[in-house]
């Protein structure tokens, strides 16, 4: 049974910082691309960070860019998502998430295993 969790969410002010952790079990981890995704109250999910299963290749939004490094350690089968220079905008819930099928694409179809999500709220 795959398990994907997330931690390292809470509370922090505009202009901080939080990293992201995400371990899944189950499932062979440096196979696949992983990805966060985000959906704040009231929207949509959508994507935020993903990389490849060899960590070669990286996706990052728009809105994140510059900001967000995502980053995986394969021998801990962890996938992280370091956070700088938070916005109030960046409030929402953050899921880990796995593409096992190897569709290649960053989005929430493209994923199949996901997590039950970490909050990540920015005070202004």
């Known amino acids: 049974q795959v398990q994907v969790v997330e931690s390292g969410g809470g509370l922090v002010q505009a202009g901080g910082s939080l990293r992201l952790s995400c371990t899944a079990s189950g499932l062979t981890f440096d196979r696949y691309t992983m990805g966060w995704f985000r959906q704040a109250p009231g929207k949509e999910r959508e994507g935020v960070s993903c990389?490849?299963?060899?960590?070669?290749?990286?996706y990052y939004s728009d809105t994140v860019k510059g900001r967000f490094t995502i980053s995986r350690d394969n021998a801990k089968n962890t996938l992280y998502l370091q956070m700088n220079n938070l916005k109030p905008e960046d409030t929402a819930m953050y899921y880990c998430?796995?593409?096992?099928?190897?569709?290649?694409?960053?989005?929430?179809?493209?994923?199949?295993?996901w997590g039950q999500g970490t909050q990540v709220t920015v005070s202004s």
């Open positions: 998430a796995i593409d096992s099928l190897g569709s290649g694409s960053c989005t929430e179809r493209a994923m199949d295993y």
């Open positions: 990389i490849h299963w060899r960590g070669l290749i990286t």
